[in-house]
């Protein structure tokens, strides 16, 4: 069956990423590399905001194991990116997330993708059980 777009409704909270004029591929849209990143940006933007990551000192980090995108329309320079969060899953280690993409104030994602996290130790880079103040913050993500 054939992704179709998302609505607002689908997410819990947003974060609004401005477009660059780096963004922009000689189509003369935001290129679909830039898609992810915006994924990135908005998912660690999140932990940081809630306290969940510090990504210069802290002793776990988030590292993306899978993402994927669906596109549906076109995201433009100049313009803000609306991304929509919510998590689909929390397991002892990861988290999948759902990421809309949403131009401005449209009702329906331009774009939505999948984005697993796992909680590693920075130095071995081995997985790590999510901790209980942790899994309560991403909880309220939940779908």
């Not at 915006?38 to 590292?63: K, S």
Request: charged residues 20%.
């Amino acid at each position: 069956m054939r992704p179709t777009p998302l609505s607002r409704t689908a997410f819990r909270v947003f974060r609004e990423i401005p477009t660059r004029w780096m963004d922009v591929d000689i189509y003369g849209h935001v290129n679909n590399v830039q898609y992810l990143s915006f994924f990135d940006t908005a998912v660690n933007g999140w932990y940081v905001d809630n306290g969940i990551l510090d990504p210069r000192t802290g002793a776990e980090v988030f590292l993306v194991v899978e993402t994927g995108c669906h596109y549906f329309s076109e995201l433009t320079f100049p313009s803000t990116v609306s991304a929509g969060l919510r998590i689909e899953k929390l397991g002892s280690s990861s988290v999948v997330f759902r990421i809309g993409l949403f131009a401005g104030k449209e009702d329906q994602t331009a774009a939505h993708g999948r984005f697993v996290h796992v909680l590693v130790d920075r130095e071995t880079r081995r997985p790590v059980h999510i901790p209980g103040e942790t899994r309560s913050i991403l909880t309220s993500l939940m779908a």
